[in-house]
Structures are given as structure tokens and as C-alpha cells.
């Protein structure tokens, strides 16, 4: 079940129009940046996007000069992951081409984060999320204590049944304009 889904999404998400993607990733990062919980949040974590998602670049940028400290994922076999103080010098494309910090990282104890930026493939408009499988972010949430906010394009509202161990995203931003 979750497989197909995340495969239905995937191709939805691919399908997007470069223009429609641009749009609606502009509104959902003037959303996300004009949230009382970003405004609030002095360390913010995100992620480093795949060419299908929600691009993160600018809102990466913006919480820079806005005087966030930035955080990024660093992912360790067994579904490990730690957030490290974003450094562009610090990147390399992993073996699923996505950029990953590498080098002398600087951890951030969960406790220190007020914002976690979290992506998915498919969302329950309460906020239950499947993800690539990896199940990273749900044993990161299971203790974590602070925010955290999804921004996502309105093919990735989805109907599905959480698993037990699934932990909801507390805020699910959808691109609700017209294009």
C-alpha cells in the first residue's frame, strides 16, 4: 500500500511543470517564512531538496540572512540521523545524488532545535506522513520536543492509514493558489 502510494506521488510530483513547481514553491516558502513558529524559531532545521520536491535553496538562504542558524540532515546506516550547522563547503553528493554534509560536522542536540522543516512523499491532512522508507524522521520526531511543518504540493495530500509508529507533522503547509 505505502509502496504504490509513494510511486503515485513520485510520478505526480515529476510531472509538475517546471513554472507550476516555481510558483507554487515561491508561495510555499513566503508561507513558511511568514509563520509565527518560523518568526519565533532561532535554529531551524530543513532539508537539502531532490529536483522533485519542494526546493529548500532559498529558504535556506533567507534563514540566514534572517540570523537562523541553519540545520541540514546527516544520515547514518540503521535509519540514523543527526542535524549538523549547515555549511555549503561541507557538501557532496551522495550515492542517491543528493548533497550531504561530510567532513568535521557540527551536531546540534535535538533539544537546541525549535523548527524542524520535514519532507515526505504523501501527507494526511492531519499531518501523518510516508516518507522514502527510511524511516529517519520518524525515530528522529519520536523524541523531539519543538515544531515541526511540512510545505507540500496539494498531488501529495493523500488518504492512508498511519502505522503506530508514524508521528505527525504538527503544521502541513499545502500550495492551496491556482496555477
Same mark, same amino acid.
Request: with cysteine; charged share 25%.
Given at each position: 500500500?505505502?509502496?504504490?502510494?509513494?510511486? !503515485?506521488?513520485?510520478?505526480?510530483?515529476?510531472?509538475?511543470?517546471?513554472?507550476?513547481?516555481?510558483?507554487?514553491?515561491?508561495?510555499?516558502?513566503?508561507?513558511?517564512?511568514?509563520?509565527?513558529?518560523?518568526?519565533?524559531?532561532?535554529?531551524?532545521? &530543513?532539508?537539502?531538496?531532490?529536483?522533485?520536491?519542494?526546493? &529548500?535553496?532559498?529558504?535556506?538562504? !533567507?534563514?540566514?540572512?534572517?540570523?537562523?542558524?541553519?540545520?541540514?540532515?546527516?544520515?547514518?546506516?540503521?535509519?540514523?540521523?543527526?542535524?549538523?550547522?549547515?555549511?555549503?563547503?561541507?557538501?557532496?553528493?551522495?550515492?542517491?545524488?543528493?548533497?550531504?554534509?561530510?567532513?568535521?560536522?557540527?551536531?546540534?542536540?535535538?533539544?537546541?532545535?525549535?523548527?524542524?522543516?520535514?519532507?515526505?512523499?504523501?501527507?494526511?491532512?492531519?499531518?501523518?506522513?510516508?516518507?522514502?522508507?527510511?524511516?529517519?524522521?520518524?525515530?528522529?520526531?519520536?523524541?523531539?520536543?519543538?515544531?515541526?511543518?511540512?510545505?507540500?504540493?496539494?498531488?501529495?495530500? !493523500?488518504?492512508?492509514?498511519?502505522?503506530?509508529?508514524?508521528?505527525?507533522?504538527?503544521?502541513?503547509?499545502?500550495?492551496?493558489?491556482?496555477?
Amino acid at each position: 500500500m505505502k509502496s504504490k502510494l509513494r510511486k !503515485q506521488v513520485l510520478q505526480e510530483m515529476k510531472a509538475l511543470s517546471q513554472e507550476k513547481k516555481q510558483a507554487m514553491d515561491q508561495a510555499l516558502t513566503e508561507r513558511f517564512l511568514n509563520h509565527p513558529v518560523y518568526h519565533e524559531a532561532k535554529v531551524v532545521a &530543513t532539508y537539502l531538496s531532490f529536483p522533485h520536491e519542494f526546493q &529548500t535553496q532559498e529558504l535556506i538562504e !533567507q534563514a540566514l540572512k534572517d540570523g537562523k542558524k541553519v540545520l541540514i540532515p546527516k544520515t547514518y546506516p540503521k535509519g540514523r540521523m543527526e542535524f549538523v550547522v549547515y555549511d555549503p563547503q561541507q557538501l557532496k553528493k551522495t550515492s542517491f545524488g543528493l548533497l550531504e554534509p561530510q567532513g568535521d560536522l557540527k551536531v546540534v542536540d535535538a533539544s537546541q532545535i525549535d523548527l524542524i522543516h520535514v519532507p515526505g512523499l504523501a501527507f494526511t491532512r492531519e499531518g501523518y506522513r510516508i516518507g522514502y522508507g527510511g524511516g529517519y524522521y520518524d525515530r528522529y520526531l519520536e523524541n523531539f520536543a519543538g515544531q515541526t511543518m511540512s510545505t507540500i504540493y496539494p498531488c501529495q495530500i !493523500q488518504t492512508f492509514n498511519p502505522d503506530s509508529h508514524d508521528i505527525p507533522v504538527q503544521e502541513v503547509l499545502i500550495y492551496e493558489g491556482n496555477l
